[in-house]
């Protein structure tokens, strides 16, 4: 009796290491899992309801520097019908499918991104120029999107101006937000309208998630125009919009040069607007930067004495 008594208690100490063994093995892939969940791509829409203030240009190189900080980068274009970020980019001639052709089952993801030739780890998602923004669907853009949040460490949204269906669709996934706005009261006017959006017009406002986190960046800003009254200070701009300020990219003649050449101004050498957006890419990943570009150069003493700048 004694050895079947000991027999049943090791048996029941048995089956209770191993049920003990089952719940930490299950407690580790849950948290595994939780963690893969976290890792998933953040979408990031580059938006602004004025047109011409940089949206495409900001899109191209805000991307490239994530990439070249070592993130998995794709950047979408949403401008259906008027695309442009193919030839910001550079690779206008190797695009064969686009985004609507995958949200219509015309081609595969894979087949549609591009992979940029001169960072490894960025791709590009063209936009259909022959189309029309109506055949763009939510259901369609968001299976997109999960499909490339698998992948991907950023996503980047390249919305077009005002706030028709392409913009709307662009920012409707979107985690955070580069607002992008010219120094002068019409472009932050159309802004402000945008942040009312964010806030109220997203996936996240619907679900009632932590809202769009939005970052202010302010483009062609020339300080000594804002010395002479002509613009609209960064103080001032802030002030207005009241969001995260992540920096002011100088009026600069490298970004027209980039642009017309297909590159990124990012990738560009020599350039202060490619420096500005290297120095907001760090600060949106959390680091330390100072602010540049924002004062005007101190005149000598003879430029002084003879007026000249």
């Known amino acids: 009796m004694r050895l079947l008594a000991r027999s049943v208690l090791l048996h029941e100490r048995d089956l209770l290491i191993v049920q003990l063994v089952v719940i930490f093995k299950n407690m580790i892939e849950d ?18 309801g004025k047109g011409g203030v940089g949206k495409t240009t900001t899109s191209a190189a805000f ?3 994530l990439a070249i900080r070592g993130y998995k980068t794709v950047v979408i274009d949403f401008d259906v019908g008027l695309r442009n970020l193919d030839l910001i980019m550079g690779c206008e001639r190797r695009v064969v499918y686009d985004l609507l052709n995958v949200i219509h089952g015309e081609g595969s993801l894979n087949q549609a991104l591009i992979k940029d030739k001169r960072v490894s780890n960025l791709f590009i998602l063209p936009a259909s120029q022959t189309r029309d923004k109506d055949a763009l669907s939510m259901e369609g ?14 996503i980047i949204c390249d919305s077009p101006a005002g706030i028709e269906k392409g913009a709307m669709t662009a920012m409707y996934f ?3 937000a580069l607002v992008v706005t010219n120094p002068e009261i019409s472009s932050v006017r159309d802004s402000d309208r945008i942040i009312g959006m964010l806030a109220s017009k997203t996936r996240r406002a619907e679900q009632e998630l932590s809202p769009v986190k939005e970052h202010l960046v302010i483009t062609r800003y020339d300080p000594i125009r804002v010395n002479k009254g002509d613009m609209l200070s960064a103080d001032d701009v802030q002030e207005i919009l009241a969001i995260s300020f992540l920096g002011v990219v100088p009026e600069s003649k490298s970004v027209l040069a980039a642009s017309n050449s297909g590159i990124p101004v990012t990738l560009t050498k020599d350039s202060d607007a490619g420096e500005a957006y290297f120095d907001m890419v760090d600060r949106f990943l959390g680091k330390d930067r100072p602010f540049r570009f924002m004062d005007a150069p101190k005149r000598s003493l003879l430029s002084r004495l003879f007026r000249t700048q």
Request: aromatic share 6%; glycine share 6%; net charge negative.
């Open 31 to 48: 948290r595994i899992t939780r963690n893969e969940k976290q890792k998933l791509a953040k979408v990031v829409v580059v938006t602004s």
């Open 63 to 65: 991307a490239a520097g």
């Open 141 to 154: 853009v968001g299976e997109v999107i999960s499909t490339l949040q698998e992948s991907f460490d950023y």
């Open 174 to 176: 979107a985690d955070e």
